[in-house]
């Protein structure tokens, strides 16, 4: 089944304390990208990948890190929390060519930053 | 800068009703494609439907029609004869041409539908 995995799927920490989100997609896809969704803003982009070894920054990057260093996996690292990363992350992956944007998403992390 | 604007922050209907969410875009750029996308009480984000700028057909599946309208900047999703399982919040989203092989969605605010029986 093609997919898009998340795990955790909830975690509570706390503040300084590192933590990966790993996703993971077996659809071949190319990009991969993280969004974060906080009420009344909708889901606003983190970083992305448009392959292995090629990231870059999306609208809110700013205590967040990245990797791809295989094509199927994209975790996202949080080196020190603060409270203001809690929020509901999604990762998301896409092909190119005719399939082109339509983007398939995991199935969401919820993260509590105490 | 590309932006997406849903106005209606919360909907409230009775079963059998019809309803119409509106979404209005922003860009300069004249080849992007126009999503919708459900969330349901239980997070996850369901892919409903992907238009490209050039097709302006309406679409219509089942009890869902999207009204794309370039002229005005709308991509306006109506849901006839709605059921209490159409209760989630919904998001239109928009993304730049494939050219530039980039694929971010900016999304608009979403819009929370309540269908009460």
């Known amino acids: 089944e093609a997919q898009v995995t998340q795990n955790p799927r909830y975690l509570i920490t706390v503040t300084g304390k590192k933590l990966t989100v790993t996703c993971s997609q077996n659809m071949n896809h190319e990009y991969m990208s993280w969004y974060r969704q906080d009420p009344g803003l909708g889901l606003r982009q983190i970083y992305y990948?448009?392959?292995?070894?090629?990231?870059d920054k999306g609208d809110v990057p700013e205590g967040y890190k990245v990797s791809r260093k295989e094509k199927r996996n994209f975790p996202l690292i949080l080196e020190s929390p603060s409270p203001n990363q809690t929020s509901l992350y999604f990762c998301?992956?896409?092909?190119?060519?005719?399939?082109?944007?339509?983007?398939?998403f995991g199935p969401g992390t919820r993260l509590t930053v105490l | 800068a590309q932006k997406v604007t849903q106005a209606q922050t919360e909907i409230s209907v009775v079963e059998k009703e019809d309803v119409t969410l509106d979404c209005v875009y922003e860009t300069r750029d004249t080849t992007y494609y126009l999503f919708w996308y459900k969330q349901p009480p239980s997070g996850e984000l369901v892919f409903l439907i992907r238009r490209n700028s050039f097709d302006e057909q309406n679409e219509i599946s089942g009890r869902y029609s999207w009204n794309f309208q370039k002229s005005t900047s709308s991509f306006n999703f109506t849901i006839t004869a709605s059921q209490v399982v159409d209760s989630a919040v919904y998001f239109c989203a928009l993304s730049e041409a494939p050219g530039t092989g980039f694929q971010k969605l900016v999304f608009g605010t979403g819009t929370r539908l309540l269908v009460s029986p």
């Open positions: 998301a992956s896409g092909a190119g060519g005719p399939a082109y944007n339509e983007q398939f």
């Open positions: 990948s448009m392959n292995v070894e090629v990231t």
